[in-house]
């Protein structure tokens, strides 16, 4: 990239512009009067997607699998609806990079304290490597299912770890080629676990009543929140408020950047409609083959093949490894793009990018790959504690996103309005309280009776919710001009 140029740009805000930067997308002219542009919304198309890739990988299989045969067709409201929340929050970090210029992890580093900003630093790569956990065990699992057990699940981890630095080779392409292979893997996902619908054969008019009734009997409401949990990826939030920021964007112009929110939060929506087919596909097949089977319990994403092995034959049980694998490359190398995002713009790292992306994939793929083959055996059972860890991480992206975007100084004129405000508001707090209950109760259930659980909780929630305080209050900004 080029050198970075700060101005004052017409809606009052401060523009962060990367001078002569070819990498840039660029986006055609459309006539004025003209309120849609198809070509428009092709140049602006992607970034959405690989946002996307967070609400299809394997952690949300394994609670897509869980509900299904858990709960039948009961949660799939549940989905719909978190598939909402998650759409409105990635708008407000798309908003602030297409206003700005910055990314979140900049954001937070310019106007939080240093012990503040190291934290929400550590937070959010402890989220990282949560997720690079989930990432790497489901490919490993459908490596070793293609393989025909010849691969063991330590091999495929390995294996896994090496193919996330094609990243290297996929990036000097340019980003719409980039781009291309990740929309090429939600592709095979969605024909996978299409075909895997088509297998098992639900009865469309229960699934449609699973979306628009909303019900949860009260032995569903932990895997309910568990679902909620798994969808909502903190790191997420801060990659999307830097992806937007791959088209030139002229802002100076506030028409141009309110034409690029508006085609952003169409292909975004685009995007997340797709991944939530994609995950109602799953929760479906799991509902109509394996709900109200006695061991249906037991039904993990390292068990899932050999269930679908024996209900409807070696086809679904191949073709399920298929849509996992797409799942867990893509979202293992979107975490790649997450961790270069925030390392650099937490640390404002000045190194060649291949160091730089040597060293923000270690810091997480490493111990990734670690606890992935240490727990050989216990992966369903490791797939549930990395979903607390993810609820737990929220806050950390939620809260600065949100007070970001409420800053007239950062958005200028795109501030959010006070409506807007309270309303995220609103959802945000809803979202953190039901991970945080989600968290509470998962971790008594799994401990109990163990009195230093109590001390535990006790302490550790008393520290956490005085660091969330002090994560809603920004220092004095720096002069930046």
Known sequence: MGERVITINAHGGLNYEFAEDASLVLIPEAPEEHWFSWKKLWAFTGPGFLMSMAYVDPGNFESDVQAGARAGYQLLWVLFWSTVMGLILQLLAARLGVVTGKHLAEHCRENYS???????????????????????????????ILSQGKIPLYAGALITAA????????????????????????????ISFGVEYAIS?????????????PRVDHKNL??????LGAILMPHNIYLHSALVQSRRIDRTKAKDVSEANKY?????????????????????????????????????????????????????????????????????????????????????????????????????IVPAVAVALLANGHLDSLDEWLNVLQSV????????????????????DFVNSK????AVGLLSFFVISVNLYFVIDFVL???????????????????????????????EKKSLV
């Open 264 to 364: 952003y939060a169409i292909e975004s929506a685009m995007a997340l409609f797709v991944s939530f087919i994609i995950n109602l596909f799953v929760v479906s097949v799991f509902a109509n083959g394996f709900y109200g089977v006695p061991d249906a319990a037991n039904i993990g994403l390292q068990t899932a093949s050999e269930y679908l092995l024996k209900k409807y034959g070696e086809f679904a049980h191949y073709i399920w490894a298929i849509g996992l694998l797409a799942a867990g490359q893509s979202s293992t190398m979107t975490g790649t793009y997450a961790g270069q995002f925030v390392m650099e713009g937490f640390l404002q790292l000045k190194i060649p990018k291949w160091k730089r992306l040597m060293v923000t994939r270690s810091v997480a």
């Open 393 to 412: 991480q929220l806050p950390f992206a939620l809260l600065p996103v949100l007070y970001f975007t409420c800053d007239k100084k950062v958005m200028g």
């Open 445 to 475: 259930t799994s401990l109990p009776g163990v009195a230093v659980t109590y001390v535990v909780l006790g302490v550790g929630g008393a520290v956490y919710t005085c660091f969330l305080k002090k994560a809603s209050r920004i220092k």
């Open 201 to 213: 054969a639900p009865n469309q008019l229960e699934v449609l009543t699973g979306v628009i009734v």
């Open 114 to 144: 240093k012990p503040i900003r190291l934290t929400l630093w550590l937070m959010t790569e402890f989220a990282i490597i949560g997720s690079d956990i989930q990432e790497v065990v489901g490919s490993a699992i459908a490596i070793n």
């Open 163 to 190: 193919d996330t630095f094609t990243f290297l080779f996929l990036e000097k392409y340019g980003v719409r080629k980039l781009e291309a292979v990740f929309c090429s893997l939600l592709g095979i996902m969605a």
């Open 222 to 227: 932990e895997v309910a929140i568990g679902l």
């Open 419 to 422: 409506f807007v405000a309270f």
